[in-house]
């Protein structure tokens, strides 16, 4: 019999709780090492229930936004070596529903947001011209937060000191 | 987990003093997470006591943006000045004790951390609450209030050019340190930072020294008053504002508007609403800094073996990014007033009545 990782993860988070921290001076670094780990858990938990379905929606969100950015590359000053590096990124990366190693998914949400952070931090002219970009560009980006924050929201219950 | 041996502590302090120690009792202070803090009881051979507190970098170094150098120099100038300090004896690095760590020796002060009865769940709970809260704001005013030039803090700390633009300074010189060593694409944060960089007010009336990291647990107490400040790594010179931001929750132990109006009569200046929200801001994008790309970048990078500063830019951080993604556009004193109803201090717990 094989336990689901799901398993373990709860088997270990419950013995830590209730084998390991009960015996440990509350304000030492003991503890304060076990409740980390307890949160680094948590948010292990999370992250194998919610991660593939936030990262199908960020990655969409993200070729959205990135497939905008080079529509309205002249308005956002992008030169035309940037525009087409950010082309040769998205076609690098199949469309998020046909991501089959999850690996993958995660290796292009990194290249997209690589991306997008050279736009906020290089192409000044988005804050100009570009006001629909960066109405976008805000919307996404609390969207994606929320997204994290789904992700953390388990472990930021437990604090470490 | 103490990274020096008794005897290595007795035979340096001794050596340095030009006498003879003996040690009762050495303690590490918790938690700890930029730098090791060993608190050292001993006395003399004719029995006085003489207390210590040995303040090291770890076998990695500090997880902070400043040398421990920087803090002991805050600590030199401070202690001939009205803002009250522990005494610091020496600096020291590259020598045999600890293996050449950065270090500094300074004076233990009489007092607690811990306030009697702050957590009490009644009326005098409240109350020591209110007073503390008090008591902070006004040795904030005192220090935002310090002559920082005559006493030399511009000799080491960069003085931003425009009191004006002090937060934007701030904001500027963290974007540097973020940008030279962030571990990959945050873009909620640098974005945030563009918004913060066109919205952040102009108004701060005045230059001040700025301790950077406060609040209960930061400061030694002492019959209620505040006889000592302590941490004083982050300090810097800019708009004092960021210091009530950075308060970890004291501040707003009692009412916020009562504690704010008394710093004001004490700093000598009203505090807008602006500043405030600019101030929260910016304090927020150095968390995420520290959290980062000083706590978390070091264990990624296997510097730093301890997983409670991974859990802090790994987890914890993302609260602010979340916090921030919802702001970002947003008028300033809005957004900030929408998620300040959440801040709770957090070093209120529940004491359990016997």
Redesign the interface.
């Known amino acids: 019999m094989n336990p689901g990782i799901e398993h373990l993860v709860k088997a270990v988070i419950a013995s830590l709780e209730s084998e390991v921290l009960p015996h440990l001076d509350a304000?030492?670094?003991p503890a304060?090492?076990v409740r980390?780990?307890l949160?680094?858990l948590a948010?292990i938990e999370s992250r194998i229930a919610l991660e593939p379905q936030c990262l199908y929606d960020d990655n969409r969100e993200l070729r959205e936004l990135l497939r905008a950015a080079v529509d309205d590359a002249t308005a956002l000053g992008i030169d035309a070596q940037s525009r087409e590096a950010m082309l040769l990124a998205l076609d690098r990366h199949p469309q998020p529903e046909m991501f089959y190693d999850p690996a993958l998914a995660v290796q292009a949400n990194?290249d997209y947001?690589?991306l997008?952070?050279r736009i906020?931090?290089e192409f000044p002219a988005r804050?100009g011209n570009a006001g629909q970009f960066?109405?976008k560009?805000?919307r996404y980006?609390?969207e994606?937060?929320?997204r994290?924050?789904i992700?953390?929201e388990k472990?930021?219950g437990r604090?470490?000191? | 987990m103490i990274s020096v041996t008794e005897q290595q502590v007795r035979d340096y302090l001794s050596q340095r003093l030009g006498t003879s120690l003996t040690i009762k009792k050495l303690k590490q202070t918790f938690p700890g997470l930029s730098r090791e803090t060993i608190l050292v009881f001993a006395e003399t051979a004719s029995g006085e006591a003489q207390d210590f507190a040995v303040r090291l970098d770890y076998p990695w170094g500090g997880s902070c943006p400043f040398s421990l150098r920087h803090e002991y120099e805050a600590y030199a100038r401070l202690w001939k000045s009205p803002v009250p300090v522990a005494e610091p004896l020496w600096y020291d690095e590259g020598i045999d004790f600890a293996d050449g760590r950065p270090h500094m020796v300074r004076r233990l002060v009489d007092g607690t951390m811990a306030v009697e009865g702050m957590t009490e769940n009644s009326e005098r709970g409240k109350q020591v609450r209110r007073r503390v809260a008090l008591e902070c704001a006004e040795k904030l005013a005192l220090v935002h209030t310090l002559d920082w030039k005559a006493y030399g803090f511009d000799t080491y700390m960069e003085v931003p050019a425009d009191p004006r633009d002090a937060l934007r300074a701030e904001l500027r010189a963290w974007k540097k340190r973020w940008d030279a060593r962030r571990p990959g694409p945050f873009p909620i944060i640098d974005e945030a930072v563009c918004w913060l960089d066109e919205t952040l007010p102009r108004d701060t009336p005045r230059l001040s020294l700025i301790k950077g990291n406060n609040g209960v647990g930061e400061e030694i107490f002492r019959d209620g008053k505040i006889v000592a400040m302590s941490d004083w790594e982050l300090s810097a010179i800019g708009d004092g504002v960021l210091d009530l931001a950075f308060s970890q929750g004291t501040l707003t132990l009692g009412d916020f508007g009562e504690t704010l109006r008394h710093y004001e009569s004490c700093v000598g200046h009203k505090v807008s609403a602006e500043r405030l929200a600019g101030g929260a801001f910016v304090t927020w994008f150095k968390m995420l800094v520290c959290a980062i790309t000083y706590m978390a970048k070091h264990e990624y990078d296997g510097i730093d073996p301890r997983v409670t500063n991974l859990s802090f830019g790994a987890v914890l951080a993302k609260g602010i990014e979340f916090r921030l993604g919802q702001c970002i556009g947003k008028n300033l004193v809005d957004a900030w007033s929408a998620l300040t109803n959440a801040e709770q201090s957090s070093y209120f717990r529940e004491e359990k009545t016997a």
């Open positions: 304000q030492d670094k304060s090492n980390a780990c949160m680094l948010n990194r947001q690589e997008l952070t906020i931090n804050h960066r109405a560009l805000h980006l609390a994606s937060g929320k994290e924050m992700l953390a472990a930021l604090v470490p000191i």
